[in-house]
Each structure stands twice: as structure tokens, then as C-alpha cells.
């Protein structure tokens, strides 16, 4: 997982020193918004470098439930800055499609930039997508996610410089304006998404089910009741009252709970599961 961070801050600067070279020689607003863009991407990449640094260390005696929390902070400030840039982005954009101007110079070496960082971020997702099957690391899934939409990007600036070059003087805004509503559409998805973690959040219905259907099932599991979940990073926290017979010994009730305990933290990559063992004298009705 750190490896894939720093691959990405790599990655993201050399984009973004090349992008800055290409924009000055052909000013052309969709490269501007490309460049922005890969700004963002470095800020990005060195905040999600900080803030996986920070989720992986271990639990300490201040913060017992460990520090998964800190990629979740991370996200909210990253969007901060990226809904900023965006809205700079866009202003700039409807100014230059109210004066319009010709692109005349650039054209090769902006395609040439483009189709290099499309090679670029094709091999860093490639990597990114190994580190994925290794870790399931919920960061790198959306750093992933991130640079496979640039991808997108970088084919539609290619689109813009060659339209503009041609006449089609309103094409180069028109994508920049694209662009930074895509970027302002992202940042809300990673401030929902991040507000979800810090709120503590249940785990999707389809996960939770899991969890009661391993439950019911276990032959000597009369019910439960008060079934709690949440995600802190990568782990997975998960509370619950077991029903069982109250002529079982204690022993046979921990063990129980104990076996259970596993299984439910067998269903996830990682996983905190506290069972607490509720006496029954009979059947509930409801489970």
C-alpha cells in the first residue's frame, strides 16, 4: 500500500510538470483544465500518502480502535481544495467560450503530452490494481478510481486540441467546463462517501446480511438482537447480542460466541467483532 502511494505522488508530478510545459506553449484552456486537474492529483496523492501512513499503525493506548479514521479526514480536505480549483477552473472556462480564441500553436506537443500521460496512468492503475488483490485497501481502491476517470480526461483534451486547432474555437472551453463539473461531481463523491466513515455509517444491507445468515444458521443460536456495524479504513467493526439456551454452561456460551466471532471476522479482510451472549428461555419470536 505504501509502495502504491508513492507511485502515485510520482506519477502525478511528472504528469503535471509535463502538462505545465504544454499549457504554456499552447495555451489552450482544456489542457489549463487538465493541468489542474493533475495539481489535484498530486495533492491528492500526497495526502492519501499521509493519511495511509497514518490508518496503518497499529492501535495505541489513545486511540484503541486504531487511526482508520485518518483517511476519512484526509478525503473531507482533499474535496475542500478540489471543489475550490474546480470552480476556478469553470469561471475560466465560461470566460474564454464569451472570447473565444484560436489555438495556433501546440498542437503536436499537447496531443504528444496527453498520449504520454495516458501510457503514464495506464501503468500506475495496472500496479494499482495489483496492490488491490494483495491489500483490498479501501485508499488505493479510490486513488484507482481516481486515475482511471483521468484517463477519460486526458482522451477528451486530446479531442479538444484538435477541434480548436481546426476551427472549432468553442470546443476548448466547452471541454474545460466539462471537465471542472466532473472534478466538482468527484469531490462530492469523496466528501458523501468520507461523511459516511466519520458518521459511523452501517455496512451495506447485502454485508449485513451476511452476518445475520451466518448467525441463524449456527445450530445452537436461538436469535440476536442489536446488531451494530461500522467501517473505521480497512477494518471492519461489528457488535451483536447471541440467544442462546440459558442451561448452557458459561464455558459452552463462550465458546460459541468465540466461534462466531471468527466466522463474522472471516467475512471481511479485516474485522473487529465483540459478541455478547443474551440468556433465552425460549424461542423469541421475532430474530
Known sequence: MRLATYASVATALLLLLAKLLAWFIS????????????????????????????ALQPA??????????????????????????????????????????????????????????IVVTLALVSFQRYVIQRSDSTAIKADALHYK??????????????????????MDPLFAIGIALFILYSAWQIVREAIDLLMDHELPDE??????????????????HDLRTRRSGNTVFVQLHLELDETLSLRQAHAIADQLEREVAALFDEAEVIIHEDPITQLPLNS
Open 27 to 54: 495555451d489552450s484552456v482544456s489542457m489549463l483544465a487538465t493541468l489542474v486537474d493533475s495539481g489535484l492529483d498530486l495533492l491528492a496523492s500526497l495526502v492519501n500518502l499521509l493519511a495511509v501512513h497514518h
Open 60 to 117: 495505541d493506548r489513545e486511540h484503541r480502535f486504531g487511526h482508520g479514521k485518518a483517511e476519512s479526514l484526509a478525503g473531507l480536505g482533499q474535496a475542500m481544495f478540489i471543489a475550490g480549483s474546480a470552480i476556478v477552473l469553470l469561471l475560466q472556462g465560461l470566460s474564454r467560450l464569451i472570447n473565444p480564441q484560436p489555438l495556433e500553436r501546440g498542437l503536436e506537443l499537447g496531443v504528444g503530452v496527453m498520449l504520454f500521460s
Open 149 to 170: 476517470t483521468d484517463l477519460l480526461i486526458n482522451i477528451s483534451v486530446i479531442a479538444a486540441l484538435v477541434l480548436a486547432y481546426y476551427g472549432w474555437v468553442y
Open 207 to 224: 454485508e449485513r446480511q451476511k452476518i445475520r445468515n451466518l448467525i441463524i444458521n449456527h445450530p445452537q443460536a436461538i436469535g440476536f
